[in-house]
């Protein structure tokens, strides 16, 4: 009998480009192996799943996250300025 396949996203975005990739999974995927599942590391070689935080739909989690049908598992990129600095700095502006 074939394991039941459950559709999943994975998201990544740099400042030029956004690329969403569906792939179907087994049911019981974690995280991590939807992302290599999906080819997005080959694609993107500066991500780093050892240094980048990973979320479904906003909400950080781990990588051992089991995925539901549905999910969106977004890789986040490392900030390039602390939110509170860029916030002062516009104010002063």
Do not use: H, W
Not at 14 to 43: F, H, K, N, Y
């Amino acid at each position: 009998m074939a394991a039941e396949l459950i559709n999943v996203e994975v998201a990544y975005a740099r400042l030029d480009q956004q690329v969403i990739v569906a792939v179907s999974v087994p049911a019981e995927t974690s995280a991590e192996q939807a992302i290599l599942a999906s080819g997005i590391l080959e694609r993107f070689p500066e991500i780093d799943l050892s240094q980048q935080k990973v979320g479904i739909f906003s909400q950080i989690c781990t990588l051992q996250k089991i995925l539901n049908n549905g999910d969106r598992i977004e890789i986040y990129r490392p900030l390039l300025q602390d939110p509170m600095t860029a916030r002062r700095n516009r104010l002063q502006k």
